[in-house]
């Protein structure tokens, strides 16, 4: 109840502050300079990942919030090119963790935390390939 809370808490913060974000996240020099609040929104930004993080950590663990973090992002950077791309594409990546994940567990009789990771791991390292075979390509 307590993730769910807090993760529609920060889509509610990532709806309404939606620009600001964009701007603040590709700089905060170019944020400040267009009116942006830019320290009040970044001070926000980082309390709610914090509170999520600390909230997650002892039900998730580690390992798997940090590879559902980072590897369908870096995944969705691998393969695509616009800012709202990479952000579906990470999203999809994700949930396509969770579940392959899911599923082998299930099937396999395995770890699912581990399981989990190592399908976001194997995401990104298709994606990583599948860019050097398209550049190489080329």
Do not use: W
């Amino acid at each position: 109840m307590v993730i769910t809370i807090s993760g529609l808490i920060f889509v509610a913060f990532a709806t309404l502050f939606n620009k600001e974000l964009k701007v603040l996240l590709f700089s905060r020099t170019i944020a400040s300079a267009t009116g942006v609040h830019e320290s009040f929104v970044y001070c926000l930004f980082l309390g709610l990942c914090g509170l999520i993080l600390a909230v997650n950590l002892p039900l998730v663990g580690g390992l798997m919030i940090f590879s559902l973090i980072t590897c369908p992002a870096a995944a969705a950077y691998q393969i695509c090119t616009g800012h709202k791309s990479v952000i579906v594409a990470s999203t999809l990546f994700g949930m396509a963790s969770a579940v392959i994940g899911f599923l082998v567990s299930y099937y396999l009789n395995l770890p699912t935390g581990a399981c989990i990771v190592i399908a976001s791991a194997t995401i990104f390292a298709a994606s990583a390939s599948y860019r050097a075979f398209r550049r190489q390509r080329d």
